[in-house]
């Protein structure tokens, strides 16, 4: 059977992260003791009071559709919480509950691009962006991100980068992969260049709560007038450690989100419905866990900068939030693919490559320490290792 394939899967990759964690499960499967860096979960299983409100609402009975854009209380909730948070002025209207913040990317995306139209997206980044941007048909336009800046991404980058066709700039902060966030000046500028160029900011903040020595991820939502131009993504994955219950959410103009509802209506038709119960209890029951799991992240962030800076050939910038060091690795002189692959197979330690967030990445990992802090000691000695067998 000649399927002929639809063009447009041309343009859709598969996030790495997924394929090293499917190899390292076969080197365990064989018995080998494997490190797992590579995948962005929290390894913190999800509070117990907010698992509890799902039972609830299982045994009650709340288990049929829902509205498309999510149940009107959860929308609420989502509303205060992030009119309180970043203070602005957010109605229920303005936010789409998605299956995973991904989701809420993609139809972002799709609701809003045209072919042709350009995005300014940074390099290295989240992979979902550029996947969905050039599913929707736009060309995306990459601006490298250097150490040397501290992989920031400044209103000179985006001005060298934005023309005619230029329709959105993708942020993200703090950032997957390089663990740093945005600056206020960065961010300030951003919203006066897009409001000056008309430009759409999607702003991914999925980490804004996972940041380290009291420190702040600004938003976007604190520089932009209003909604009009900004569709901002979050979700409930990494702050409340809820990766496998799919949940997250975009706030916007009213016009866009209802677009975003429809592209969700016509695929996956809602949420589900008792886990949208279940994350009420998540933004209005005790924050304690929350700020526990940060605790715990920021002491394993300490501990990973601190080996990864005394291993030979290898450097490492201090992450700021989420849970990813992106250590750079060029002085070991052999391509990030390689080193990655090596280290997996060589000594069980399953990290990414940089370029599995763009040719960008080269010259760098990504080491998830959403992990035990035990598994964290031994998997970085055994680099250490690796990096000086390498070196000798
Ligand atoms: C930057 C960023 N945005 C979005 C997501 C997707 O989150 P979700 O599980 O809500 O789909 C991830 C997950 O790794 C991420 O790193």
């Not at 962030?301 to 290898?314: A, F, K, Q, S």
């Amino acid at each position: 059977m000649d399927w002929r394939i639809a063009e447009r899967m041309r343009g859709l990759g598969v996030e790495s992260a997924f394929i090293v964690l499917g190899k390292a499960k076969e080197l365990e499967a064989k018995g080998m003791k494997v490190y797992h860096f590579e995948i962005g979960e929290p390894d913190f299983d999800t509070p117990g009071h907010i698992k509890e409100a799902a039972y609830r609402a299982l045994a009650d009975g709340f288990t049929h559709y829902t509205p498309s854009n999510g149940i009107q209380e959860l929308r609420e909730a989502i509303a205060e919480y992030e009119s309180q948070r970043k203070g602005v002025d957010i109605k229920p209207e303005n936010v789409v509950v998605t299956v995973g913040a991904k989701l809420a990317i993609f139809a972002a995306m799709m609701a809003t691009l045209n072919p042709g139209d350009e995005v300014i997206v940074p390099s290295p980044a989240y992979p979902a962006y550029a996947v969905s941007a050039t599913f929707a048909g736009a060309k995306v336009v990459k601006v490298k991100l250097s150490e040397e800046k501290r992989f920031s991404f400044g209103a000179e980058d985006i001005q060298e980068k934005t023309g005619e066709k230029t329709k959105m700039v993708v942020i993200n902060t703090p950032s997957n992969p390089t663990g740093l966030i945005m600056s206020e000046q960065d961010l300030r500028s951003l919203a006066e260049i897009a409001a000056e160029r008309r430009l759409i900011v999607v702003s991914d903040e999925i980490y804004d709560r996972i940041v380290f020595d009291g420190k702040k991820a600004s938003s976007i939502l604190e520089h932009c007038d209003s909604l009009d131009n900004v569709i901002y993504v979050n979700g409930f994955s990494k702050t409340f450690a809820m990766t496998g219950w799919r949940l997250g959410y975009a706030i916007t103009a009213r016009e866009v989100a209802e677009h975003i509802m429809k592209i969700q209506l016509n695929t996956v038709s809602c949420p589900t419905s008792f886990v949208q119960r279940a994350a009420i209890e998540a933004l209005k029951g005790p924050q304690e866990p929350v700020e526990q799991m940060v605790r715990e992240y920021q002491r394993r962030r300490d501990l990973v900068v601190e080996v990864l800076n005394r291993t030979p050939g290898v450097r490492c910038l201090k992450p700021e939030g989420a849970f990813y060091a992106f250590p750079n690795i060029t002085e070991l002189g052999l391509s990030s693919d390689k080193v990655a692959d090596e280290l997996l197979q060589k000594k069980g330690v399953a990290l990414l490559p940089g370029t599995a967030f763009g040719e960008e990445g080269e010259g760098y990992l990504r080491i998830s320490f959403a992990t035990s802090i035990e598994d964290l000691r031994e998997g970085l000695e055994k680099f250490r290792e690796y990096a000086e067998e390498k070196l000798s």
